[in-house]
């Protein structure tokens, strides 16, 4: 590992090695600067794209890191588009020029530094159309948003009497170029080619002043006993669904007495998608540094981590209540790092999923894209979805509220959709 001489690009910062074999794991090398979160970032990309790490590798000397993912895609993804995953990579590394000479400074001011350089709040653009109703329709819309790098921030779909459908989506396109008029055109033609003749029309515009705002509130309340069960710090047994099946399953420990500098972290649990993900999210939002880590999935969806880690300021995690409280949040975020409950909407019948945000205000990604799959194989009708942020008790948290076509009295029928959903958002199918 070491430093670019000056003027070298960054032609080597991240590589990607296809596999010699068949069935074996692509590896991808990250070499750069350091940072405090960067491999939530990295690994937010990667699940981005549908693809599973089933071994990493960081190694960092708190100015310099050097990481490996092996990473595997999942059956039914559109192939991966390999040169456009290095981009978005690279965009998540901060640049070598950060790291030359000024290390002293940019580390002991780091959290000054990272605030100073977080991007500007992307554009927010609102798409239109109209299209009559059929079934999985509303999965094949996302799935074409998600191809064309078009995040979606909120949406409202409802269905009419007559059949047809009325979309708003409140988006952000990661390429930025939503703006322009070639894009609008290429998400329009997009869509029409998915959506064929029954699409009536299509319109994209920029979302200005206090509408940003006013898209990304929470429309309606939750219902307190939703939020009692839903969201509460260890499900009840009868709540979890498709979650881990037993916390036993599940072990987090903490040892400073096997490193002179570090404070080690152990985790064995079940395998998820999205597991490494969840765990360098929250020691991002905890503000650890990982200086050693080792990952290792294996074919039993079983996975082991061992983590070296230090506070921001370098020195280890001494303080017992800071051990117990980051512990408690692993232990939650891998029991049940997703929220999926089916309720009662007055007569009809109401699918709720719910993940955590970011202190970076960043959610999870393909989730609506995960949940609308589960309910096109379910061959169940959508009839009214929505996306919004609400805050209960110290964090913040995404909820998909989808509003299902028929009346699911059964509890029996209702189970089958919870589990249907935990498991394709879990990876589990």
């Known amino acids: 590992m070491g430093i670019p001489c000056d003027g070298d690009d960054d032609e080597d910062t991240v590589l990607i090695r296809q596999p010699d074999s068949a069935g074996d794991p692509t590896v991808i090398t990250v070499n750069c600067p350091d940072k405090t979160g960067l491999g939530c970032d990295l690994c937010r990309v990667i699940l981005s794209f549908g693809l599973t790490i089933v071994r990493g590798d960081v190694n960092t000397d708190g100015k310099w890191c050097y990481i490996l993912f092996w990473v595997v895609g999942r059956g039914g993804r559109p192939a991966t588009r390999w040169s456009l995953l290095r981009k978005r990579l690279l965009g998540a590394c901060p640049t070598a020029s950060s790291a030359s000479g000024l290390y002293d400074y940019y580390y002991k001011h780091q ?5 100073e350089q977080q991007p500007r709040r992307p554009q927010v653009f609102l798409l239109n159309f109209c299209c009559y109703d059929r079934m999985g329709l509303l999965h094949d819309v996302t799935q074409v948003l998600c191809e064309l790098e078009l995040t979606i921030r909120r949406v409202k779909v409802s269905t009419t009497p007559d059949g047809r459908v009325v979309d708003l989506f409140f988006i952000t396109d990661t390429r930025e170029l939503l703006h322009t008029k070639k894009r609008k055109e290429e998400t329009c033609e997009q869509l029409r080619g998915v959506l064929g003749d029954s699409m009536t029309s299509c319109d994209i515009e920029l979302v200005t002043g206090e509408g940003i705002s006013a898209c990304l509130q929470a429309s309606s309340l939750l219902p307190p006993e939703v939020t009692e069960d839903m969201f509460s710090s260890e499900p009840p047994e009868e709540a979890r669904g498709g979650c881990q099946p037993s916390p036993t399953s599940l072990s987090v420990t903490m040892d400073n007495s096997l490193s002179p500098a570090h404070t080690l972290i152990q985790i064995h649990c079940r395998d998820h998608k999205g597991l490494l993900y969840d765990i360098m999210r929250t020691l991002k939002d905890y503000k650890i540094q990982i200086s050693y880590g080792r990952f290792y999935a294996s074919q039993r969806r079983r996975c082991e981590l061992d983590l070296f880690v230090v506070q921001m300021d370098g020195k280890k995690i001494v303080d017992a209540g800071k051990q117990k ?29 719910a993940n955590p945000v970011e202190l970076s205000g960043k959610g999870r990604p393909l989730v609506f894209h995960d949940i609308t799959l589960a309910l096109k194989i379910l061959h169940t009708r959508i009839f009214l979805a ?28 209702r189970n089958k959709i919870v589990d249907r959903v935990t498991k394709m958002l879990m990876g589990w199918d």
């Open 325 to 353: 409280g980051l512990c408690d949040r692993l232990r939650t975020e891998l029991f049940c790092p997703l929220r999926v409950t089916v309720v009662n909407r007055g007569p009809d019948t109401e699918l709720l999923v």
């Open 111 to 115: 959290e000054v530094l990272l605030m």
């Open 386 to 413: 929505e996306i919004c942020r609400h805050v209960i008790g110290d964090r913040e948290w995404e909820v998909y509220r989808v509003l299902l076509d028929d009346d699911y009295e059964l509890s029996s029928v």
